[in-house]
């Protein structure tokens, strides 16, 4: 199994910058795309950003120019880097890691991000 953990949520002003880091451990062998997603209370889970393997990224239009998704594959890691933050974009953040042999996503436990006005 895949273990994915976040870290480096918190509470930033609008307009300011966070780094998310999601270290995944467990059968990293099988691990393919990683990706970021997002919760907010009463709304379904989104995506914000995914990155395969092999480095191609792909983001959400409402997050685009502001967020960078990034991996690191000998670290194990994925990072999203964010930028101009704005209120909506308070939310729970997941980290997901795609095993490529279960063909199944497994999930982080989410970290909290919150800008405030």
């Known amino acids: 199994q895949v273990h994915p953990v976040e870290s480096g949520g918190g509470l930033v002003q609008a307009g300011g910058s966070l780094r998310l880091s999601c270290v995944v451990s467990?059968?990293?062998?099988?691990?393919?795309?990683m990706g970021w997603h997002r919760q907010a209370p009463g709304q379904k889970r989104e995506l914000v950003a995914e990155i395969t393997a092999a480095g191609i990224t792909n983001y959400a239009d409402s997050v685009k120019g502001r967020f960078t998704i990034s991996r690191d594959n000998a670290k194990n890691t994925v990072y999203l880097q964010m930028n101009s933050l704005k209120p909506e974009d308070t939310s729970v953040y997941y980290c997901d890691a795609y095993d490529k042999y279960t063909m199944r996503p497994y999930w982080g436990q989410g970290t909290q991000v919150t800008v405030s006005s």
């Open positions: 467990g059968s990293i062998f099988s691990i393919d795309a």
